[in-house]
């Protein structure tokens, strides 16, 4: 059941573009007005695949089961059978019939509302159990880009970054009605905030760095977060990786640390930003469709695109202690207070990871998916 629900609850993710048409509580209104009509149609149809055909009458045989033809009557039609056609059957009387075959049938959309409407009675059976932590498509959108080849490209992008900047803002705004950002009280926000002096123009800064901005705790906890599971890989701490990372990402992750050599000990390190953290992209619905509110937290789902600019490094040693790395220019200096460490040499890294946190979890944001650059183009965030 919880299979079958997975698409349809992908599919109220993935029409977020339009953010007017998800909501918890329509689906729920929707589901309670359509249960009782729709079960007893599903009843209906399935008692009528799983009942038996009955036996027809000779009689009626007769007038269903064409003779066989004649070897000399197929080589005298000139008209060939489509390949298409299901191939005849024999019966024990030499008769031959056709069986047609019943294509696949699709569910409607009162009988996808019906799955919701067994999803949510099944969280009402079992408290225990979260029938809304599917995994998910990622929401977060994407990034723009400064430079174009051709003028087309250059409309084709100035309309995806302006829907893209709709999409944050209507995303900025259902996160504040919610209170979920981390770190921002606005509970106690005034009628005027709301529609006139702040939150309007607030709902346009989703790339903003100053720290009274509603996503500056946001981008704290990114960077700490992007410290603690590189620490981790490093280290070949699988607990730790398992709790930061999720979907897709998680996956690759640990494919890498199993790549790694066991014999050798690294030490990843962190020496600073080259550019401060940004939030590129936000992305926020309502993931918890319970008909009671979530015991801790909210019903929101969110997904940030995070810019990571940093300076780090990367030191391998072997089992004696040997320096594998290709060792930093003052290297007759040691890290950190460690005797014996060499420093290695530093690189700049510039990645985009996707972080995820499902608002009704008492838990960290995690790094569900990481995008490249395209190539050729320069991204301007």
Known sequence: ???????????????????????????????????????????????????????????????????????????????????????????????TYVIKENKDLQMSEEEQL????????????????????????????????????TWGAVKDQFMQNRFNAAKNATSMLLLAQANAFPGVDLSESKFYHRYFTQWPWRAFTVNSLSPKAWNATLRQIALETYRDLNTAVARHDDKTVKRLTTAGHQDS???????????????????????????????????????????????????????????????????????????ASDSGKTTSGLVGTVPAERRRVTEYLVMEKRMWYDGPWTFREQLWETPGMTSAV
């Open 114 to 149: 019906a799955q919701v409407d067994q999803i949510l009675s099944m969280a009402r059976l079992f408290p225990t159990a979260d029938p809304w932590g599917q995994r998910v498509e990622t929401l977060a959108g994407p990034r723009a880009w400064k430079n174009y080849p």
């Open 1 to 95: 059941m919880l299979c079958a629900f997975k698409g349809r609850q992908l599919g109220l993710l993935a029409s977020y573009s339009r953010p007017w048409l998800v909501s918890g509580h329509t689906a729920q209104i929707s589901c309670r007005n359509h249960a009782t009509a729709v079960k007893q149609k599903a009843s209906a149809r399935l008692t009528a695949s799983t009942k038996a055909p009955a036996k027809p009458s000779p009689r009626a045989q007769s007038k269903t089961l064409k003779p066989a033809a004649s070897p000399s009557d197929a080589t005298s039609s000139t008209k060939k059978p489509s390949s298409e056609a299901p191939s005849p059957k024999k019966t024990g009387t030499g008769a």
């Open 253 to 327: 992750v640990l494919r890498t640390m199993r790549k790694a050599s066991p014999q050798l000990t690294y030490i990843w390190r962190l020496h600073k930003e080259v550019t401060p953290t940004r939030i590129v992209s936000i992305r926020g619905t309502e993931g918890y469709l319970g008909t009671d509110e979530p015991k801790f937290g909210n019903r929101m789902m969110v997904h940030a695109l995070v810019k990571f600019d940093t300076e780090q490094s990367l030191e391998i040693y072997d089992q004696r202690g040997k320096p594998l790395h290709t060792p």
